[in-house]
């Protein structure tokens, strides 16, 4: 019996892989969309909702943040209620060094006509009174938005289904036949599918799925955890968060970089308990929730005795510059790859944001409008070091 076939297979069912199926199909390509588990299920499942600007590394990177969030406002074409909001952000600050660090961030947003600033002790706490600064230099502020993650998810899925897409749930992919440098088939535990392109848009599992096709892309992750309070009276006006993150994100030990968000229902989301981790889980620790209830008494007092209702935890992937993996997998000839960024828990919606344009006679692909120059560390197995 002959395989399935599409013009492009998707492999992932989160935030990266339901945006580009989207973009593909109104481009007019076929595309299968394969999910192991639901969709949102992995990485994708521990979005707080939000979409951060500051953070971004590159100039390429922030104009790939900046062509999303723009957009984001504005999409409505599909019916898809997406809360959106402007909180703005707040980095607290507590090091010279870091400082240092956010003042160009800051000038470097203000250059592309973003609202930021930076604020002494004084001003932090007149934009959040219930804020402790003690020890606090003071803070970086950046526009931001937040979204409703599971409106954005779900709504662009039954969007991608309107537009004639397949999507198929619990299609756990088993390996990708290869030769030649060619992808022929994508391999199922139910059957088998051909395609011109295939794309790897599957979080913390990308690398495994490329190296299974002989290729090398070195995502790593760490065991993040989160949490979700009792609905409170407003208490906190900005995303608050701590500088430092990818400094945890290759240390030793267990640590916190206190987030925290009041979403409109009156609930706290607070996140991130970071550890490194070799395996991919998606449960909570011993350590994690007391980790971060300590980090959210320390800058917030009032809050010392609110109440958790639920918890969670996911794989927070990312690459070794921190950047993303968004393009064509080299040593291939139709194998693409959305490698995730580092901040695998929080921010995936400006990244899926900026479009995707295709040429169907040559079966080359452009993600979401940008391809990024690859450094020596992706391309074919045998080149490099093990991936895992």
Known sequence: MRSPSADVIVIGGGFSGVLLTYYLSVAGSRVVLLEAGSLGCGSSSACAGRVQIIESETEEYLDLVLSGFNRLATLREEGVDLEWELPGHITLLSTTEQW??????????????????????EALQRYEPGLAVRGLLGAAYSEEGHLNPFNFLMGYANA?????????????????????????????????????????????????LAKQAGGYLPIRYTHAEAMVTEPLPRIIHHHVGMAGFYE?????????????????????????????????????????MPALSNALRKHFPALSQVRVVRTWAAPSPFLPDYLPAVGWLPGFANLFCV?????????????????????????????????????????????????M
Not at 100 to 121: G, H, I, P
Not at 167 to 186: C, F, N, S, W
């Open 100 to 121: 240092n660090v956010y003042q160009e961030r800051v000038n470097r947003l203000r250059r592309k006509d973003v609202t930021a600033e930076m604020l002494d002790c």
């Open 160 to 208: 991608v289904r309107r537009l004639g897409a397949t999507i198929l749930t619990r299609t756990p992919v088993t390996g990708l036949e290869a030769q030649d440098g060619t992808i022929l088939k994508v391999l199922c535990t139910r059957e088998n599918f051909i395609a011109d392109t295939v794309v790897l848009a599957c979080g913390a599992w990308t690398g495994r």
């Open 339 to 387: 490698g995730r960024v580092a901040f695998g828990t929080t921010d995936y919606s400006s990244t899926c944001c900026g479009g995707c344009q295709n040429d169907l006679g040559t079966a080359r692909y452009t993600i979401f409008g940008f391809i990024f120059s690859k450094p020596s560390y992706i391309g074919r197995q045998s080149c490099h070091r093990p991936l």
């Open 248 to 288: 945890t994100v290759h240390g030793n030990k267990p640590t916190v970089t206190l987030g925290v968000a009041q979403h409109p229902n009156g609930t706290l989301v607070v996140s991130n308990a970071i550890q490194q981790s070799s395996e991919i889980d998606q449960a909570s620790t011993a350590w994690g």
